[in-house]
């Protein structure tokens, strides 16, 4: 791994678009957690890319809303109860909440990528499959909470601690459903290629599912990097490429353009995985919400874990060993000794250099399919915003 | 209830189509469980039609199995496994099985609807709206038997006792997109409308496990006939109902067809449930290949015991104090007792009384759609092959 370190030690994960050199830093989250809002950005440009993204994100929230909103209202009650729990329409007991369904990057994407290539009208035809998107999204949410016994997410409890096991499992089944419904309900000729996409990006999704759990139960050393990339691009590059190729479909594009854009949203959607894994360790629990090294403390496989652990290093033999041991509630030395091992043997730097090849590769899929920058600016901008840093 | 006992009890729950007056007794099985065969009739104009049934689900499979199996191994290598394992062709180990997926009953009714609308040009196009049934059954099996625990289906272990919960709840959605996929990428008129149904469908589905998980956790006091009956339509009636419609809409049928032959699907799958129950108590262990009083072992609240329960009778209060205390292993006296409570409350003849007029119902259904008697006969005998009384 040294080798690579030196090569890109001094690159940056932010998006290499012309004549924005440099680095880039602001807040950092979830691609999912939490609510769209301004923050403070120390550099200028980053501001305004940051703004613009953010009035995508509320734009999207402003279309997509009522028709995903009608879809789960249109499920039996005791479904519905559950979709709108989860999506925070409600709380527990049925009574409204205020909402916070996450920030609609997907659904942004597959606008987004419509509008690139079909303009405003591509963008409105491609309404629907937005919704869809943002129902698979929460399906496999829904699935992976239960798989993963996760208590909590967006800064609630998951729906399988409120409501059950069985009634968690089945709400997710029903959106998937309703998902599709969307797609074959809709008249656009788009809409028969889009379903039978997002339907190979559902198995996808599933495969990768099913590999981060697997993995999870194996030693540290049996997981190697090339996996955990895979497994990455199946559970989160997966649909975000879907996304973008679904608004492609939707504004007419040729089966090339629709695949630049699915490899856009792919590299786009690993670049996100590779910084989340950065924040994971040494993401500031201020802005993160997570305590510090969460994902350490877990002992999870992510991904500047692995590179730091198939380094050859000296550090990563004492990693190895770290991780070999549980980690012993408020043990915070270990977690700073632990953070510094994987530090040392290359795995912050190598993620870092890496989500900035990712992006590049993945403005370079979107110049295949959109030269002009001006109608490439709303997806780089999306692209920009859950892959910014966190310093 | 004792006012319905007098007006139904000569009534039998057999087809009542024209010219077949009089009782039918035969095997009656899981609509799912076992393999499709000749077993010995008692009565010769039964025996033939059970051999019209035992034909059309063998040709059923040969028309549906390689679609099928297409479709499952196209999925990546750790879903396939799971799939190709719950429908009995591998082994735990990945070995190859003779198979055991079933009798196809729902598949055999799209095929039979398209053709009794459609002629054999309707059954051809209908096959891929089969699978995708199939698949959709099958979905729902993986993750119903999660939910309930059941430890064994079609006599071998359950896909998440053999590959865990998670990946049998990963392998139920990857079979539901799967389905779903065989609709999306159909370039028959029909295809879209017939996925958006098939969706719905599964949403009715959701609803009716979910009622189903939650009237178990109840007492048996609070649980009302109208709400069983009602949970098995969803549960139950609905997939047989949207078998029957998608092959009315694949054989280009127009909507009040489509809603006649779901209303056939659905009445005879209620009378399927009704039948079912009634074997669940008084079934011939030998013929069923359960235990007698299974199901009032487990103090399940099917059709005949809630029936029984509300009749307002002595033996209902009979039945509601052995239905409180849980049953003890090996004490066969008490289960005798117990199925003579239902009994003598009315809930056996009930159940077949109301099997009956289900059966009547769905027959004047399917008359309004299909009038002649020959183009009708497929989708009879289906329904009569899987409502036959054990006697």
């Known amino acids: 791994m ?3 370190m030196t090569e890109t030690e001094q690159r940056s994960p932010a998006v290499p678009h012309p004549g924005t050199a440099g680095e880039r830093r602001g807040r950092t989250g979830d691609a999912d957690a939490g609510q769209a809002g301004g923050h403070p950005e120390r550099h200028p440009e980053a501001r305004l ?5 953010v009035a995508l994100l509320e734009r999207t929230r ?19 109860r559950i979709a709108l729990y989860h999506f925070g329409w409600q709380h527990a007991d049925g009574t409204p909440a205020r909402g916070n369904a996450g920030k609609a990057i997907r659904p942004a994407l597959v606008l987004a990528a419509a509008t690139a290539l079909g303009g405003p009208a591509g963008r409105t035809a491609a309404v629907r499959a937005a919704v869809a998107v943002e129902l698979v999204h929460n399906f496999t949410l829904l699935h992976d909470d239960v798989m993963d016994r996760d208590a909590s997410r967006r800064h609630r409890p998951t729906a399988w601690t409120v409501f059950g096991t069985a009634d968690a499992i089945l709400a997710g089944d029903a959106l998937q459903a309703l998902a599709l419904r969307m797609l074959a309900e809709d008249p656009h000729p788009a809409s028969g290629p889009a379903a039978a996409r997002l339907a190979d990006c559902v198995v996808e999704l599933c495969a990768g599912q099913h590999t981060d759990v697997d993995m999870e139960r194996r030693a540290p050393g049996e997981v190697t990097l090339d996996e955990v990339l895979a497994m990455a691009e199946a559970k989160t590059g997966a649909l975000l490429g879907c996304a973008c190729a679904l608004g492609a479909l939707y504004a007419g594009a040729d089966g090339e353009d629709v695949a630049a854009l699915d490899g856009f949203g792919r590299q786009a959607g690993l670049a996100f995985q590779l910084i989340d894994d950065v924040i994971g360790i040494w993401g500031d629990p201020r802005r993160t919400g997570k305590p510090a090294g969460a994902d350490l403390a877990a002992r999870k496989k992510s991904l500047p874990v692995v590179a730091a652990l198939s380094s050859g290093t000296e550090a990563a033999a004492e990693l190895a060993e770290l991780y070999d041991e549980p980690y012993v509630s408020g043990d915070a030395e270990g977690i700073v000794r632990t953070a510094l091992a994987v530090e040392r043997a290359g795995g912050r730097d190598w993620a870092q250099a890496e989500a900035a090849d990712r992006m590049a590769r993945a403005v370079q899929e979107l110049s295949r399919a959109v030269p002009a920058p001006e109608a ?4 780089l901008a999306l692209a920009e915003f859950v892959t910014r840093r966190s310093g």
Chains 1, 2 share one sequence.
Do not use: N
């Not at 490439?376 to 997806?379: K, P, Q």
């Open 2 to 4: 040294a080798e690579f």
């Open 49 to 53: 890319e940051g703004q613009e993204a």
């Open 376 to 379: 490439a600016g709303g997806l």
């Open 62 to 80: 402003t279309l997509v809303d009522p028709e995903l909103r009608a879809a789960l209202e249109s499920l039996p009650g005791s479904m519905r």
